[in-house]
């Protein structure tokens, strides 16, 4: 009796430790913050100044200033770094940003991705996650998203439209069991 009940306890023990010990949610965008930064690509059009964030690109005119990116037109993207992985996630995301100074500014989130197995087939923009229109004020505001990705899903996330300042992007992939 004493051996089943002992047995049952370290059971239980061992079930509890399993789910405390699930898979963390990892960082699934690089320099979120914008704090780490390069000098300009030489390719680069319609990027101002003389750093820029690294491991973001864009395509539009933007500038960073102030630990920020000031997008005037155009959108910033970055690949994710969740690359062949068999397992769906849940994305959360959340992006603070605020209008320009007098300006009226909008933003939109979008993940423009494909099921790749093979990491040397070409990638495709098949699937579309869109998000928004959030609409941006003087205040600096943060606005939360989320979505699935599927196993072997992997893309780019782009942000924004117009008359921005975005002060910083988080994004959290968490395995689904």
């Known amino acids: ?16 430790a399993s789910l405390i010990a699930a898979e963390a949610p990892k960082q699934a965008v690089s320099n979120g913050n914008f704090s780490e930064t390069t000098p300009i690509p030489k390719n680069a059009k319609g990027i101002a100044g003389t750093v820029w964030a690294k491991h973001w690109s864009c395509a539009g005119t933007a500038e960073w200033k102030d630990g920020k990116i000031v997008l005037t037109a155009g ?31 909008v933003m939109n989130v979008r993940l423009s991705s494909c099921i790749r197995k093979d990491s040397k087939a070409p990638f495709q ?5 869109k998000f928004g229109p959030f609409k941006l004020t003087d205040t600096p505001k943060a606005f939360p998203f989320e979505c699935k990705i599927e196993p072997f899903e992997q893309g780019y996330l782009y942000i924004g439209e117009s008359n921005a300042i975005i002060e910083s992007v988080t994004l959290t992939a968490t395995p689904v069991q």
Not at 1 to 16: D, I, R, W, Y
Not at 125 to 129: D, E, N, R
Request: net charge positive; hydrophobic share 40%.
């Open 1 to 16: 009796m004493k051996k089943t009940v002992l047995t049952s306890l370290v059971l239980s023990v061992l079930a509890s």
């Open 75 to 105: 959108v910033i993207y970055q690949f994710l770094p969740i690359v062949n992985n068999p397992k769906p996630y849940l994305l959360k995301g959340e992006i603070k940003a605020s209008s320009l100074p007098g300006k009226q500014g």
């Open 125 to 129: 923009h098949t699937l579309q996650k």
